[in-house]
């Protein structure tokens, strides 16, 4: 990367937004609240960008994100609270507090202690405020939200002293589960499943996997299959209702052979 070009295109950047701020009637209207919603769907689409390995839309939706953050930080200039120097340097304060085996003198030497390291240091500079979960977003999607809040308990200590462990809690809250739908008790049910969910996305944790991810996989996996099976009913003219689940299982397994 060139720095004397990525400077100029920063600097390009918050021209055009003070432009826009001044001249756009759209742009002159937007507030924090109003741009949240459009925030988080750039969010999303980065995220699908970056599942599909689209590197086209990685860098499409990277700008689109970039400008809400140039965006938001011309609004907190405005209103006299921050700007952009203040975000930039704030995180850049931030990494090198928390990075101290590059910056000081304590050792990591695996990515696992990185994490460990910087866990403990957040924690230590939010204890007072919030506590070890205060730190977790409250409008985070509740499987990310799960999936921190195991982290952060993890961080302290308070996790299965071998990973293997876990499946024994998994094995524990699908009894409870199945309990609860012989009882055919919606609530407890409901309780249970929250549950399960939440030991499996542990488990996720515990092995490097990240659920959010791996469902999304599977989410596309359903919908490759399912889309082929219809296809299959077109072409002969017919549609899903008028097959058999023997004629839909068949053309479900043609469509994994086909993977």
Known sequence: M????????????????????????????????SLR?????????????????????????????????????????????????DVANGVCDKLIYR???????????????????????????KRRKSGTLGGVPVSLPAM????????????????????????????EELIEVDAEVQAECKERMADEMGDLFFALINACRLYGIDPEAALERTNKKFIR????????????GITLRDMSLDEMEGYWQEAKREE
Not at 37 to 44: A, F, H, R, S, V
Not at 103 to 123: C, F, M, R
Not at 148 to 168: L, M, P, Y
């Open 37 to 85: 919603n459009n925030t988080i769907e750039e969010t999303y689409e980065l995220a699908d960008a970056i599942t599909d390995k689209n590197m086209e839309g990685i860098k499409e939706e990277l700008g689109d994100l970039l400008l809400h953050v140039v965006f938001y930080s011309k609004l907190g200039e405005e209103q006299g609270a921050f700007n952009y120097e």
């Open 144 to 171: 990310v939200k799960a999936y921190r809040i195991g982290e952060k308990a993890a961080a302290t200590g308070f996790d299965w002293q071998h990973k293997e462990d876990v499946w024994a809690k998994v094995k």
């Open 225 to 236: 299959r399912f889309e082929y099976m219809e296809q299959c009913a077109v072409n002969k």
């Open 99 to 125: 990075h101290p085996h590059v910056y000081g003198d304590i050792h990591a030497d695996t990515p696992e202690e990185v994490k460990q390291n910087w866990e403990a240091l957040k924690l230590r500079k």
């Open 2 to 33: 060139d720095r004397r070009e990525a400077e100029k295109a920063t600097n390009r950047l918050l021209e055009v937004m003070d432009t826009l701020r001044r001249e756009c009637p759209w742009d002159r209207e937007q507030t924090f609240d």
